[in-house]
């Protein structure tokens, strides 16, 4: 398996414009995660997924932030309109059912930098 | 509510000397916890956890449940410790949330 895949590598923005992020689990992983990294605030969670199903959102910043899992393999973090304050770098992590060989490991992706102008 | 805290942003240690990276949690059940590093241009990933009671790359951490945290310890730094620390909560509803992170600089 390649690990958890994440697009864009990198996004540099206007502010106003919509953002999609995506991402691609480990197959066979059943929960999909994703956080928000920025120097002042660590790693926020933002949303989180159990078998494809949105379990708490309650991270999400705004109204302005979507997300959505439409199958196993693929997820979006959407961005509508995006602001400066946006400006940081997203991650996916997929992670096995606990009633798996689950050693409790979050697999991350490499992360998609994201600056609006 | 549930919350890791890294008090320090910050830790400068010179090479051979010892290093303790403090990580406190608050979780009123049966945490599981967990360290992750991220060195440079690489992904986050996994270090121990405290379940395994293991040592990593000379690195180990106890779970002191009376005081509330999850230190990690190693006793000689080395220079490719140089690396950014999360510690990380996971509750019994699989959110797992992290700390704000430690940057760890090895000193020469």
């Known amino acids: 398996d390649a690990g958890v895949i994440q697009s864009p590598r990198h996004e540099v923005t206007e502010m106003g414009q919509e953002v999609t992020l995506r991402c691609k689990p480990i197959?066979?992983?059943?929960?999909l995660f994703w956080y928000r990294q920025t120097m002042m605030r660590g790693l926020e969670l933002l949303i989180y997924f159990n078998n494809n199903v949105p379990i708490d959102d309650s991270g999400m910043p705004e109204d302005r932030f979507s997300a959505k899992m439409p199958n196993a393999s693929f997820s979006t973090l959407k961005i509508q309109p995006s602001e400066p304050r946006d400006s940081a770098v997203y991650f996916c992590?997929?992670?096995?059912?606990?009633?798996?060989?689950?050693?409790?490991?979050?697999?991350f992706g490499e992360g998609s930098r994201l600056t609006v102008l | 509510a549930q919350r890791v805290t890294q008090p320090e942003k910050l830790l400068s240690v010179f090479k051979g000397a010892p290093v303790e990276l403090k990580c406190n949690y608050s979780y009123s059940g049966s945490p599981e916890l967990f360290w992750y590093v991220q060195y440079s241009r690489q992904r986050l990933q996994l270090l121990l956890r405290h379940i395994s009671r293991e040592s990593i790359k000379g690195f180990t951490a106890d779970l002191n449940k009376g005081e509330t945290s999850f230190h990690l310890k190693k006793p000689f730094a080395q220079e490719e410790d140089s690396a950014m620390y999360y510690c990380?909560?996971?509750?019994?509803?699989?959110?797992?949330?992290f700390g704000k992170g430690t940057r760890l600089h090895i000193l020469p």
């Open positions: 992590a997929s992670l096995a059912d606990r009633g798996a060989a689950n050693t409790g490991e979050l697999f």
């Open positions: 990380a909560l996971r509750p019994r509803d699989d959110k797992i949330i």
């Open positions: 197959s066979g992983h059943d929960y």
